[in-house]
């Protein structure tokens, strides 16, 4: 560590970890070695990951639940042990209240559905309402339009403070007596920013609404507690958490899953079938139609094995240090103006900005060329960049592979976009 990192805390012996992830010790661009800083958009993928899916696929590779014979128990054994590994990872009071889906987005589609199908007292219909915020991710805006167009419900909305925090001010407006469900990001992927759940979920409760919680950016980041957050719905990805893409979870509370029908039908959710009706089977199955995501929940529980070796706890702690320490870093750079909350507090390790008048497009391949991976663009959260007036931001984002050397080499780079565009 050099002497201008020496007031950092909490840093993880990155040097050892870093040997776990194979494409970190790539190079671009004539020999330059690559800076990853796009954890947020997906995480990189440890050995420990690669071989747990490359032994699934060459020693244990069959469809799950039906077959008799070995490598078939073997294969279910793999799939549904991946299931017990999330459960205990988020805390869930039942490993039947964890189902798999492909991706956040399929979870959150999955609740939305689900509450559009159902019969009182979850229903929603237009007579209800739906509240989510301005800061969403498309995954958790455009399912509620959705439901809204086709039932006729009323989607209400959060807006944003100037500096990157949701407005809750009117917090009774937006939640009624009239609201059904509240859907919320935990940790935006824009904004860097970490929402106010207790208050959020205490009004809620108040009006007998459910709750949904978006936690694709925290679940990797931070001890993600399903009981504590007292939510009704918890979705989260595999690929953002050093798992496999492929792979994401709803969690749900187990009476709601027992009381919501089911959204996609065919094998394996099913429990009689005849050619006038069906019954379902009990929950997760119930949500898991046709042959599931096997090697990919194998690879996520590997995934889950990983990084609870390390510890949340002590990687919430790296990714703080290393968050503060690049906060203060790009604030250095000139015309540089971050977009969302400009301290380390309350906040998660993905950082979005302008530099200038620069587009964030131009900026992104000329770090690039330096072998510095981020991303450009709105980030799947148009609305925010319409709220703070811009066109897209450059979004850096840190995991626990990096280190402070890595932001240096990021604030270095934007020194040279800045030159380079005079």
């Known amino acids: 560590m050099t002497s201008a990192h020496q007031g950092l805390t909490g840093l993880l012996d990155t040097e050892a970890i870093r040997k776990d992830f194979p494409l970190l010790d790539r190079t671009v661009h004539d020999g330059k070695k690559i800076v990853y800083l796009d954890s947020a958009a997906t995480s990189q993928k440890p050995r420990q990951v690669l071989d747990a899916l490359n032994a699934y696929y060459e020693r244990h ?56 199908w159902a019969e009182d007292p979850y229903r929603v219909d237009h007579e209800t309402e739906i509240a989510i915020t301005e800061m969403e991710h498309h995954s958790n805006i455009v399912p509620w339009q959705l439901l809204s167009q086709r039932t006729g419900a009323k989607l209400k909305w959060f807006g944003l403070t100037d500096d990157g925090r949701l407005d809750l001010s009117n917090i009774e407006e937006v939640i009624t007596e009239k609201t059904k469900i509240v859907s919320f990001t935990l940790v935006s992927n824009l904004l ?9 979920v205490r009004r809620a409760q108040e009006v007998g609404a459910l709750v949904c919680i978006d936690a694709s950016q925290a679940a990797p980041h931070q001890v993600l507690d399903v009981q504590a957050l007292q939510a009704d719905f918890v979705a989260f990805t595999g690929h953002k958490m050093c798992g496999p ?26 429990e009689t079938v ?27 529980g590997a995934a889950v094995d990983y990084l609870s070796a390390i510890g949340m706890d002590n990687i919430a702690r790296h990714e703080h240090a290393i ?44 770090l690039d060329e330096q072998g510095i991976a981020v991303r450009v663009g709105h980030h799947c959260a148009r609305p925010v960049c319409l709220r703070y007036g ?32 005079g």
């Open 61 to 116: 590779n069959a469809n799950v639940h039906r077959g008799v014979y070995t490598v078939a128990e073997e294969a279910t054994e793999l799939y549904e042990g991946a299931r017990d590994k999330v459960a205990a990872f988020i805390n869930a009071p039942s490993r039947n209240e964890v189902i798999f889906t492909k991706n956040a987005s399929e979870s959150l589609n999955l609740v939305a559905n689900m509450l559009g």
């Open 390 to 421: 811009i066109p897209a931001t450059t979004r850096a984002s840190f995991y626990l592979y990096s280190t402070p050397a890595e932001v240096d080499a990021l604030v270095e780079g934007l020194e040279h976009v800045r030159n380079f565009f």
């Open 245 to 270: 893409t492929g792979i994401g979870v709803l969690w749900g509370r187990q009476e709601l899953l027992e009381d919501l029908p089911p959204f996609l039908g065919g094998g394996e959710m099913i």
């Open 323 to 366: 968050t503060e320490y690049a906060v203060r870093r790009l604030q250095e750079v000139p015309d540089l103006r971050i977009i969302g909350p400009t301290t380390a507090e309350d906040r998660g390790a993905a950082i979005s900005f302008t530099l200038g008048d620069i587009h964030p497009h131009d900026v992104g391949q000329v």
């Open 192 to 200: 860097g920013t970490q929402n106010p759940v207790e208050t959020i």
């Open 274 to 300: 005849s050619m006038h009706s069906s019954t379902y089977a009990p929950a997760p199955h119930k949500f898991e139609a046709g042959t599931p995501p096997i090697a990919q929940a194998v690879g996520l």
